[in-house]
Protein backbone atom coordinates (compact mmCIF):
# COMPACT_ATOMS: atom_id res chain seq x y z
CA UNK A 1 0.00 0.00 0.00
CA UNK A 2 1.37 3.34 -0.87
CA UNK A 3 -0.25 6.39 -0.01
CA UNK A 4 0.12 9.09 -2.88
CA UNK A 5 -2.24 11.56 -1.30
CA UNK A 6 -1.43 14.76 -2.00
CA UNK A 7 -2.79 18.86 -1.83
CA UNK A 8 -3.00 18.05 -5.61
CA UNK A 9 -5.16 15.56 -8.11
CA UNK A 10 -2.03 14.64 -9.26
CA UNK A 11 1.37 15.13 -7.18
CA UNK A 12 4.28 16.33 -9.74
CA UNK A 13 7.78 16.72 -8.56
CA UNK A 14 10.09 18.46 -11.17
CA UNK A 15 7.32 18.51 -13.32
CA UNK A 16 7.62 14.49 -13.28
CA UNK A 17 4.01 12.85 -12.10
CA UNK A 18 4.84 10.70 -8.60
CA UNK A 19 4.40 7.41 -10.15
CA UNK A 20 6.70 7.96 -12.58
CA UNK A 21 9.30 9.20 -9.82
CA UNK A 22 8.24 5.99 -7.70
CA UNK A 23 11.36 4.21 -9.05
CA UNK A 24 13.51 6.78 -8.26
CA UNK A 25 11.88 6.74 -4.62
CA UNK A 26 12.27 2.91 -4.43
CA UNK A 27 16.05 2.60 -5.47
CA UNK A 28 17.46 5.89 -4.17
CA UNK A 29 15.55 5.88 -1.10
CA UNK A 30 13.87 2.82 0.13
CA UNK A 31 17.33 0.85 -0.95
CA UNK A 32 19.89 2.93 0.59
CA UNK A 33 17.72 3.00 3.72
CA UNK A 34 18.13 -1.31 3.46
CA UNK A 35 21.59 -1.48 2.40
CA UNK A 36 23.06 1.31 4.94
CA UNK A 37 20.86 -0.21 8.23
CA UNK A 38 22.43 -3.48 7.01
CA UNK A 39 25.58 -2.69 7.16
CA UNK A 40 25.40 -0.47 10.25
CA UNK A 41 23.90 -3.27 12.35
CA UNK A 42 25.02 -6.38 10.66
CA UNK A 43 22.07 -8.01 9.90
CA UNK A 44 19.22 -7.73 7.70
CA UNK A 45 15.67 -5.88 8.47
CA UNK A 46 12.04 -5.84 7.28
CA UNK A 47 11.60 -1.98 5.84
CA UNK A 48 8.59 -1.33 3.88
CA UNK A 49 8.10 1.81 1.97
CA UNK A 50 5.03 3.09 2.80
CA UNK A 51 4.50 6.52 1.21
CA UNK A 52 5.40 9.80 0.31
CA UNK A 53 3.23 13.19 1.03
CA UNK A 54 3.61 16.82 1.07
CA UNK A 55 1.71 16.59 4.31
CA UNK A 56 2.25 14.93 7.66
CA UNK A 57 -0.27 12.25 7.39
CA UNK A 58 -1.79 9.81 9.00
CA UNK A 59 0.95 7.35 8.92
CA UNK A 60 2.76 10.30 10.62
CA UNK A 61 0.91 10.52 14.06
CA UNK A 62 0.55 8.50 17.31
CA UNK A 63 4.40 7.88 17.95
CA UNK A 64 7.24 9.95 19.50
CA UNK A 65 10.20 10.89 17.14
CA UNK A 66 13.81 11.40 17.62
CA UNK A 67 14.23 13.84 15.19
CA UNK A 68 17.69 14.60 13.86
CA UNK A 69 18.50 17.36 10.94
CA UNK A 70 21.01 17.43 8.50
CA UNK A 71 21.82 20.08 5.67
CA UNK A 72 21.90 19.94 1.83
CA UNK A 73 22.86 23.22 1.43
CA UNK A 74 22.56 26.48 3.01
CA UNK A 75 18.80 26.62 2.60
CA UNK A 76 17.77 22.93 2.62
CA UNK A 77 18.16 20.24 5.60
CA UNK A 78 17.82 16.31 5.54
CA UNK A 79 15.31 15.76 8.72
CA UNK A 80 15.31 12.39 9.68
CA UNK A 81 12.28 11.27 12.33
CA UNK A 82 12.82 7.75 13.86
CA UNK A 83 10.00 6.71 16.27
CA UNK A 84 10.67 6.00 19.81
CA UNK A 85 10.04 2.02 19.66
CA UNK A 86 12.53 2.01 16.46
CA UNK A 87 15.35 3.76 18.21
CA UNK A 88 14.74 0.98 21.07
CA UNK A 89 15.16 -1.90 18.28
CA UNK A 90 18.28 -0.38 17.08
CA UNK A 91 19.97 0.61 20.76
CA UNK A 92 19.34 -2.89 21.41
CA UNK A 93 20.48 -4.07 18.20
CA UNK A 94 24.30 -2.23 18.84
CA UNK A 95 24.34 -2.27 22.65
CA UNK A 96 22.19 -5.05 23.36
CA UNK A 97 18.82 -5.25 26.12
CA UNK A 98 18.86 -2.76 28.88
CA UNK A 99 17.01 -3.89 31.93
CA UNK A 100 16.37 0.00 32.19
CA UNK A 101 13.08 1.30 31.19
CA UNK A 102 13.38 2.80 27.88
CA UNK A 103 12.84 6.72 27.71
CA UNK A 104 13.36 8.76 24.20
CA UNK A 105 13.73 11.80 26.56
CA UNK A 106 16.73 10.04 28.70
CA UNK A 107 19.17 9.01 26.33
CA UNK A 108 22.51 8.75 27.55
CA UNK A 109 25.56 10.44 25.07
CA UNK A 110 26.61 6.66 23.76
CA UNK A 111 23.12 6.24 22.94
CA UNK A 112 21.86 9.52 21.12
CA UNK A 113 25.69 8.69 19.83
CA UNK A 114 24.73 5.75 17.90
CA UNK A 115 21.05 6.62 16.68
CA UNK A 116 23.44 10.13 15.21
CA UNK A 117 25.77 7.88 13.36
CA UNK A 118 22.94 5.48 11.98
CA UNK A 119 21.29 9.27 10.83
CA UNK A 120 24.74 10.07 9.38
CA UNK A 121 25.33 6.67 7.25
CA UNK A 122 21.41 7.12 6.10
CA UNK A 123 22.26 10.65 5.16
CA UNK A 124 25.35 10.08 2.96
CA UNK A 125 24.05 7.14 1.46
CA UNK A 126 21.15 9.43 0.06
CA UNK A 127 22.49 12.80 -0.40
CA UNK A 128 24.87 12.24 -3.43
CA UNK A 129 21.87 11.86 -5.47
CA UNK A 130 20.11 14.72 -4.54
CA UNK A 131 20.63 18.34 -6.30
CA UNK A 132 22.90 20.43 -3.96
CA UNK A 133 21.51 23.66 -5.14
CA UNK A 134 21.28 27.30 -3.32
CA UNK A 135 17.89 28.92 -3.67
CA UNK A 136 17.12 32.72 -2.21
CA UNK A 137 15.23 32.26 0.95
CA UNK A 138 12.24 33.91 -0.82
CA UNK A 139 11.50 31.13 -3.39
CA UNK A 140 12.40 28.26 -1.22
CA UNK A 141 8.97 29.35 0.24
CA UNK A 142 7.42 28.32 -3.03
CA UNK A 143 8.59 24.70 -2.57
CA UNK A 144 7.19 21.70 0.03
CA UNK A 145 8.61 19.60 1.91
CA UNK A 146 8.12 15.89 0.96
CA UNK A 147 7.48 13.14 3.70
CA UNK A 148 8.95 9.75 3.08
CA UNK A 149 7.70 7.44 5.40
CA UNK A 150 9.22 3.36 5.91
CA UNK A 151 8.05 1.12 8.19
CA UNK A 152 10.39 -1.11 10.33
CA UNK A 153 9.51 -4.69 10.93
CA UNK A 154 10.73 -7.30 12.81
CA UNK A 155 9.14 -10.65 11.28
CA UNK A 156 5.35 -10.34 11.19
CA UNK A 157 5.73 -7.38 14.55
CA UNK A 158 5.57 -4.09 13.20
CA UNK A 159 8.34 -1.77 15.26
CA UNK A 160 7.43 1.28 14.15
CA UNK A 161 8.38 4.23 11.71
CA UNK A 162 11.30 6.41 10.12
CA UNK A 163 10.57 9.12 7.76
CA UNK A 164 12.69 11.23 5.28
CA UNK A 165 12.04 14.87 4.74
CA UNK A 166 13.41 16.06 1.92
CA UNK A 167 12.69 19.63 -0.02
CA UNK A 168 10.61 19.53 -3.23
CA UNK A 169 13.57 21.21 -5.37
CA UNK A 170 16.65 19.34 -4.00
CA UNK A 171 15.14 16.36 -5.91
CA UNK A 172 16.14 15.97 -9.32
CA UNK A 173 13.92 15.95 -12.58
CA UNK A 174 12.45 12.38 -12.92
CA UNK A 175 12.14 11.46 -16.70
CA UNK A 176 10.18 8.39 -17.40
CA UNK A 177 12.29 5.74 -18.37
CA UNK A 178 11.21 4.15 -22.02
CA UNK A 179 10.45 0.75 -22.55
CA UNK A 180 10.24 -1.64 -25.02
CA UNK A 181 6.65 -2.92 -25.65
CA UNK A 182 6.44 -6.26 -23.96
CA UNK A 183 3.27 -6.96 -25.57
CA UNK A 184 1.42 -5.97 -28.36
CA UNK A 185 -2.31 -5.97 -29.36
CA UNK A 186 -2.09 -9.09 -31.69
CA UNK A 187 -1.25 -10.78 -28.47
CA UNK A 188 -4.79 -10.00 -27.29
CA UNK A 189 -6.43 -10.94 -30.76
CA UNK A 190 -8.99 -13.60 -28.84
CA UNK A 191 -9.45 -11.50 -25.82
CA UNK A 192 -13.18 -10.56 -25.67
CA UNK A 193 -14.38 -7.27 -23.95
CA UNK A 194 -17.99 -6.16 -22.59
CA UNK A 195 -19.74 -3.87 -24.42
CA UNK A 196 -23.17 -2.62 -26.59
CA UNK A 197 -24.21 -2.67 -29.87
CA UNK A 198 -26.50 -0.06 -31.07
CA UNK A 199 -28.33 -0.47 -34.46
CA UNK A 200 -30.59 2.41 -34.43
CA UNK A 201 -33.05 4.35 -33.50
CA UNK A 202 -36.80 5.53 -34.94
CA UNK A 203 -39.73 7.46 -33.87
CA UNK A 204 -43.30 6.08 -32.38
CA UNK A 205 -46.04 8.01 -31.48
CA UNK A 206 -47.45 6.67 -27.75
CA UNK A 207 -50.26 5.13 -29.19
CA UNK A 208 -48.43 3.07 -30.91
CA UNK A 209 -46.47 1.89 -27.60
CA UNK A 210 -49.16 1.24 -25.94
CA UNK A 211 -50.35 -1.09 -28.24
CA UNK A 212 -47.10 -2.95 -29.34
CA UNK A 213 -47.78 -6.52 -29.66
CA UNK A 214 -45.74 -9.72 -29.76
CA UNK A 215 -44.86 -10.01 -33.32
CA UNK A 216 -44.93 -6.64 -34.42
CA UNK A 217 -41.80 -5.35 -36.17
CA UNK A 218 -40.64 -2.10 -35.45
CA UNK A 219 -38.55 -0.70 -38.25
CA UNK A 220 -35.92 1.51 -37.22
CA UNK A 221 -35.63 4.36 -39.49
CA UNK A 222 -32.57 5.75 -38.30
CA UNK A 223 -30.30 2.99 -39.32
CA UNK A 224 -28.63 1.12 -42.15
CA UNK A 225 -27.55 -2.33 -42.59
CA UNK A 226 -24.28 -1.72 -43.36
CA UNK A 227 -23.59 -0.16 -40.14
CA UNK A 228 -24.19 -0.38 -36.41
CA UNK A 229 -22.65 1.14 -33.75
CA UNK A 230 -20.11 -0.01 -30.73
CA UNK A 231 -20.71 1.66 -27.57
CA UNK A 232 -18.67 1.42 -24.51
CA UNK A 233 -19.62 3.66 -21.72
CA UNK A 234 -19.98 7.66 -22.97
CA UNK A 235 -18.04 6.55 -26.03
CA UNK A 236 -19.91 5.37 -28.95
CA UNK A 237 -18.23 4.75 -32.57
CA UNK A 238 -19.70 3.81 -35.91
CA UNK A 239 -18.23 0.96 -38.17
CA UNK A 240 -18.76 -1.11 -41.05
CA UNK A 241 -19.96 -4.67 -41.13
CA UNK A 242 -21.28 -7.52 -43.49
CA UNK A 243 -25.09 -7.45 -42.75
CA UNK A 244 -26.23 -11.36 -42.85
CA UNK A 245 -28.50 -12.00 -45.51
CA UNK A 246 -30.42 -14.27 -43.53
CA UNK A 247 -32.22 -11.82 -41.52
CA UNK A 248 -34.15 -10.14 -44.86
CA UNK A 249 -37.58 -10.78 -44.90
CA UNK A 250 -40.26 -9.54 -47.20
CA UNK A 251 -42.90 -7.10 -46.51
CA UNK A 252 -45.91 -5.41 -47.51
CA UNK A 253 -45.91 -2.74 -50.59
CA UNK A 254 -47.68 -0.42 -48.81
CA UNK A 255 -45.20 -0.74 -46.18
CA UNK A 256 -47.31 -0.72 -43.13
CA UNK A 257 -48.19 -3.38 -40.98
CA UNK A 258 -51.47 -4.48 -38.88
CA UNK A 259 -50.33 -2.05 -35.87
CA UNK A 260 -50.59 1.06 -37.53
CA UNK A 261 -53.57 -0.03 -39.36
CA UNK A 262 -55.30 -0.32 -35.78
CA UNK A 263 -54.03 2.75 -34.30
CA UNK A 264 -54.65 4.68 -37.21
CA UNK A 265 -58.88 4.54 -36.71
CA UNK A 266 -58.47 4.72 -33.38
CA UNK A 267 -59.51 8.47 -31.86
CA UNK A 268 -56.57 10.61 -31.08
CA UNK A 269 -55.87 13.19 -28.52
CA UNK A 270 -52.48 15.35 -27.74
CA UNK A 271 -50.90 12.72 -25.86
CA UNK A 272 -51.37 9.75 -28.21
CA UNK A 273 -49.57 11.42 -31.13
CA UNK A 274 -46.30 12.26 -29.15
CA UNK A 275 -43.54 10.91 -30.69
CA UNK A 276 -40.64 9.54 -28.83
CA UNK A 277 -37.43 8.17 -29.32
CA UNK A 278 -37.23 4.45 -29.60
CA UNK A 279 -33.06 3.23 -29.39
CA UNK A 280 -32.49 -0.23 -30.10
CA UNK A 281 -29.63 -2.43 -29.20
CA UNK A 282 -27.86 -5.60 -28.41
CA UNK A 283 -27.02 -5.51 -24.58
CA UNK A 284 -23.79 -6.84 -23.16
CA UNK A 285 -22.08 -8.20 -26.34
CA UNK A 286 -18.24 -9.84 -26.47
CA UNK A 287 -16.44 -8.70 -29.03
CA UNK A 288 -12.73 -9.79 -29.33
CA UNK A 289 -10.03 -6.86 -28.98
CA UNK A 290 -9.14 -8.04 -32.62
CA UNK A 291 -12.65 -7.23 -34.00
CA UNK A 292 -12.67 -3.75 -31.91
CA UNK A 293 -9.16 -3.17 -33.17
CA UNK A 294 -10.66 -3.88 -36.95
CA UNK A 295 -13.11 -1.23 -36.05
CA UNK A 296 -10.85 1.14 -34.63
CA UNK A 297 -8.90 1.10 -38.23
CA UNK A 298 -12.53 1.54 -40.23
CA UNK A 299 -12.50 -1.94 -41.76
CA UNK A 300 -15.34 -4.20 -42.44
CA UNK A 301 -15.96 -6.92 -39.87
CA UNK A 302 -18.10 -9.74 -39.49
CA UNK A 303 -20.46 -9.91 -36.31
CA UNK A 304 -22.20 -12.36 -37.47
CA UNK A 305 -21.94 -14.69 -33.63
CA UNK A 306 -24.20 -11.83 -32.30
CA UNK A 307 -27.01 -12.11 -34.76
CA UNK A 308 -28.50 -14.09 -32.43
CA UNK A 309 -28.55 -12.10 -29.18
CA UNK A 310 -31.79 -10.05 -28.64
CA UNK A 311 -32.46 -7.19 -29.08
CA UNK A 312 -33.72 -4.26 -26.52
CA UNK A 313 -36.08 -1.51 -27.58
CA UNK A 314 -35.54 1.78 -24.78
CA UNK A 315 -37.43 4.77 -24.39
CA UNK A 316 -34.96 6.80 -22.46
CA UNK A 317 -33.17 4.07 -20.20
CA UNK A 318 -36.67 2.41 -19.73
CA UNK A 319 -36.71 -1.99 -21.66
CA UNK A 320 -40.07 -1.67 -23.18
CA UNK A 321 -39.38 -4.77 -25.42
CA UNK A 322 -37.42 -7.34 -26.68
CA UNK A 323 -37.15 -9.24 -29.75
CA UNK A 324 -34.98 -10.33 -32.99
CA UNK A 325 -33.07 -9.07 -35.52
CA UNK A 326 -34.59 -8.60 -38.69
CA UNK A 327 -34.15 -6.79 -42.05
CA UNK A 328 -35.89 -4.71 -44.05
CA UNK A 329 -35.04 -3.88 -47.34
CA UNK A 330 -32.09 -1.12 -46.05
CA UNK A 331 -33.16 -0.59 -42.94
CA UNK A 332 -32.90 -3.38 -39.50
CA UNK A 333 -35.99 -3.74 -37.79
CA UNK A 334 -37.14 -5.71 -34.39
CA UNK A 335 -39.47 -8.56 -34.54
CA UNK A 336 -41.31 -8.25 -31.28
CA UNK A 337 -41.01 -11.58 -28.95
CA UNK A 338 -41.65 -9.77 -25.42
CA UNK A 339 -43.53 -6.65 -24.14
CA UNK A 340 -42.77 -5.56 -21.17
CA UNK A 341 -46.02 -4.90 -18.59
CA UNK A 342 -46.18 -1.84 -16.77
CA UNK A 343 -45.44 -2.62 -13.90
CA UNK A 344 -42.13 -4.23 -14.59
CA UNK A 345 -41.29 -1.02 -16.55
CA UNK A 346 -42.67 0.97 -13.14
CA UNK A 347 -40.11 -1.20 -10.81
CA UNK A 348 -37.55 -0.51 -13.10
CA UNK A 349 -37.85 3.12 -13.57
CA UNK A 350 -38.03 3.25 -9.61
CA UNK A 351 -34.67 1.53 -9.34
CA UNK A 352 -33.01 3.55 -11.24
CA UNK A 353 -34.53 7.08 -11.08
CA UNK A 354 -32.21 9.70 -10.43
CA UNK A 355 -32.63 12.39 -7.48
CA UNK A 356 -33.32 15.13 -10.20
CA UNK A 357 -36.01 12.91 -12.35
CA UNK A 358 -38.93 15.15 -13.44
CA UNK A 359 -41.92 13.86 -12.43
CA UNK A 360 -44.52 15.72 -15.02
CA UNK A 361 -46.89 12.59 -15.78
CA UNK A 362 -47.98 13.27 -12.84
CA UNK A 363 -50.09 16.67 -13.73
CA UNK A 364 -51.13 14.99 -17.03
CA UNK A 365 -54.89 15.60 -18.03
CA UNK A 366 -57.17 12.16 -18.06
CA UNK A 367 -57.98 11.62 -21.64
CA UNK A 368 -61.99 10.81 -22.03
CA UNK A 369 -62.48 7.32 -22.06
CA UNK A 370 -63.84 5.54 -25.01
CA UNK A 371 -64.64 2.12 -26.33
CA UNK A 372 -61.63 0.43 -28.10
CA UNK A 373 -60.95 -2.43 -29.33
CA UNK A 374 -59.74 -5.50 -28.08
CA UNK A 375 -55.95 -5.26 -29.30
CA UNK A 376 -56.33 -1.61 -27.83
CA UNK A 377 -57.20 -2.76 -24.55
CA UNK A 378 -54.74 -5.51 -24.38
CA UNK A 379 -52.12 -2.49 -24.95
CA UNK A 380 -53.52 -0.23 -22.47
CA UNK A 381 -52.67 -2.99 -20.18
CA UNK A 382 -48.94 -2.88 -20.68
CA UNK A 383 -48.25 0.69 -20.82
CA UNK A 384 -49.61 3.78 -19.58
CA UNK A 385 -48.64 7.36 -20.06
CA UNK A 386 -46.77 7.96 -16.44
CA UNK A 387 -44.81 5.27 -17.32
CA UNK A 388 -42.70 7.76 -19.22
CA UNK A 389 -41.28 10.94 -18.76
CA UNK A 390 -42.21 13.03 -22.08
CA UNK A 391 -40.27 16.21 -22.92
CA UNK A 392 -41.93 17.45 -26.05
CA UNK A 393 -40.79 21.32 -27.61
CA UNK A 394 -44.03 20.95 -29.94
CA UNK A 395 -46.74 20.92 -27.10
Known amino acids: MTDLATKKDIRTINGADIAIGYQWFYTNLYKK ?12 FSIRFMGVSSDENILFYGDEYFVNKLPITSSA ?17 ALGASENKFNLNNLTDIEAGVIKSYIIRLY ?17 QNYENLNFTFFIREGEKHIGKIIFRIPEYVIPKIEPA ?3 EVFSIDDFKTTKALLKLKL ?6 LTDIKNIENGDIIVLE ?25 LIISINSNGGNEMEEETSTKSQNMWDSILVDVVAEFDNVKLTLGE ?25 NQIVATGELVILNDRYGVRIEEVKKSKEIKSSKQADAAPQAKKAAAAQPQAKKEKQPDSAKQGDENFDY ?10
Open 33 to 44: LVENSEKFFGRP
Open 77 to 93: DFNVKISADVIKFLLDE
Open 124 to 140: KGVQENLVKQELPKQLV
Open 178 to 180: KRN
Open 200 to 205: GSTKIS
Open 222 to 246: NSNINKMSVVWKDAETQFNINPNPS
Open 292 to 316: LKQISEGLVIDVGSVYENKIKLRVE
Open 386 to 395: SDFEIEDESI
